[in-house]
């Protein structure tokens, strides 16, 4: 049988009998993976280092006759390990995978993969915000998902002015005018550079962006519940 050669990155590892592990991987191509690592959790196993979380890696594995796999080799690429030396970049880490691994189907479009890797660049980098990412990672997987909101027109078809101050429609996913409305335009600029597929690091050069992000998270996070239910 042929060895099949992907990139890819650990979603979870559930520990199966004494010694093994069974793995999930998303890779660019070949969507996710489930994988059998046979005596991963033996102290020499040659499997344990390359299947780190927070890291991509190059795998070598074996199609199974069911859903499961079976690991042959895995080889470290990169390592984020600024990742795992903040508690709270760790949880968050954890919480971004669970969203992608939640919102995703087996074969989903190599996009899914990027977004990740960008993930973890901007978690290793003590930089730039967690609420930021977390910000940023939800706004991805809705534009990913097809359900990025309209941001150039209102409810009625209205292109948005900027002396007007906006509620949202979450049905019509669409701003609409109000006298009291709790977003302006530097919200809706920021909102638009965040579902425009900027990378944190771009994110993390608008001026005052802290408090931008603040008032968008509770948006794009209520958008998440609406439409991919996470």
Not at 57 to 80: D, W
Not at 105 to 118: A, I, K, T
Not at 179 to 204: C, E, H, M, T, Y
Request: hydrophobic share 40%; with cysteine; aromatic share 8%.
């Amino acid at each position: 049988m042929k060895h099949q050669l992907a990139k890819g990155i650990v979603l979870g590892r559930t520990d199966y009998g004494e010694a093994d592990r069974i793995i999930t991987v998303l890779t660019p191509e070949q969507g996710k993976l489930s994988l059998m690592a046979r005596g991963v959790r033996k102290p020499k196993s040659r499997l344990a280092g390359g299947i780190e979380l927070f890291s991509t890696t190059e795998i070598s594995y074996l199609n199974g006759r069911g859903q499961i796999g079976t690991l042959i080799s895995a080889r470290l690429i990169k390592y984020y390990s600024s990742i795992v030396k903040d508690i709270d970049r760790v949880q968050l880490g954890y919480e971004l995978i669970k969203m992608l691994h939640r919102a995703t189907e087996d074969q989903p479009e190599s996009s899914y993969y990027d977004l990740l890797e960008q993930a973890y660049a901007a978690l290793d980098s003590s930089s730039i915000s967690t609420d930021l990412i977390r910000c940023w990672f939800g706004a991805q997987l809705l534009r990913l998902s097809g359900h990025a909101p309209n941001l150039k027109t209102d409810t009625v078809g209205n292109k948005l002015e900027a002396d007007k101050n906006y509620n949202f429609d979450f049905d019509e996913m669409a701003f609409m005018d109000h006298k009291a409305g709790q977003f302006g335009s530097d919200q809706i600029k920021f909102l638009r550079l965040l579902f425009s597929g900027n990378r944190p690091v771009v994110l993390a050069k608008v001026e005052g962006y802290q408090d931008l992000t603040k008032a968008c998270q509770s948006l794009v996070q209520t958008m998440l519940q609406a439409h991919i239910r996470i």
